[in-house]
T-cell receptor, first 114, second 116 residues
Framework: AQSVAQPEDQVNVAEGNPLTVKCTYS??????LFWYVQYPNRGLQFLLK??????LVKGSYGFEAEFNKSQTSFHLKKPSALVSDSALYFC????????????FGIGTKLQVIP | GAGVSQSPSNKVTEKGKDVELRCDPI?????LYWYRQSLGQGLEFLIY????????KSGLPSDRFSAERTGGSVSTLTIQRTQQEDSAVYLC??????????????FGEGSWLTVV
């Protein structure tokens, strides 16, 4: 069975500093990997995905993530955090190919301190 | 439609009553998911529909919960004899394996259920 681990319940970072939100995955084959963000009282919004190709994926709002196959990781990063980045972040995985179920992690709360 | 649509957006119901939550996925999306999210918490998977395949019901927390998807489009999540612990946001999402999007899931804004 596939799974996603987000080892940190909460990440605190000062505004202007780089941020990292960690994600590792387990899947029996090649993965598709996703990051979503949820602002208070809203649904989840798609940030970025890795399907194939370049291991460094760039997404919305200046976020990026690096696919590392050997470490089965897909950490979310941003060079300079904004207070408005404070939200709940979810990592997700599916097997590559069509008609595959997507599995989410439990989420990590990011708090950017002014 | 342009996005995943859920109704009602808010529902307050009395303990013991039945509720129905509706999800209208993005047109053409073959996959549909229901999740539950308690206040400030992570996503709890409930059920997954994919085309004409048998749904994955492994996340339904009890037999009071059921879901159906008619005609491969609209889905209804039904909670019978609601309990206070059912209070949560119920999120629907849909996806399509076509178009090179790699099963990217798109979420609705959720149905906020409060059981009093």
């Amino acid at each position: 069975a596939q799974s996603v681990a987000q080892p940190e319940d909460q990440v605190n970072v000062a505004e202007g500093n780089p941020l990292t939100v960690k994600c590792t995955y387990s899947v029996s084959g090649n993965p598709y990997l996703f990051w979503y963000v949820q602002y208070p009282n809203r649904g989840l919004q798609f940030l970025l995905k890795y399907i194939t190709g370049d291991n460094l994926v760039k997404g919305s709002y200046g976020f990026e993530a690096e696919f590392n196959k050997s470490q089965t990781s897909f950490h979310l990063k941003k060079p300079s955090a904004l207070v408005s980045d404070s939200a709940l972040y979810f990592c997700a995985v599916s097997l590559s190919g069509g008609y595959q179920k997507v599995t989410f992690g439990i989420g990590t709360k990011l708090q950017v301190i002014p | 439609g342009a996005g995943v649509s859920q109704s009602p957006s808010n529902k307050v119901t009395e303990k013991g009553k039945d509720v129905e939550l509706r999800c209208d996925p993005i047109s053409g999306h073959t996959a549909l998911y229901w999740y539950r999210q308690s206040l400030g918490q992570g996503l709890e998977f409930l059920i997954y529909f994919q085309g004409n395949s048998a749904p994955d019901k492994s996340g339904l927390p009890s037999d009071r919960f059921s879901a159906e998807r008619t005609g491969g489009s609209v889905s209804t999540l039904t909670i019978q004899r609601t309990q206070q612990e059912d209070s949560a946001v119920y999120l629907c999402a849909s996806s399509s394996p076509t178009g090179g999007v790699g099963n990217t899931i798109y979420f609705g804004e959720g149905s906020w259920l409060t059981v009093v």
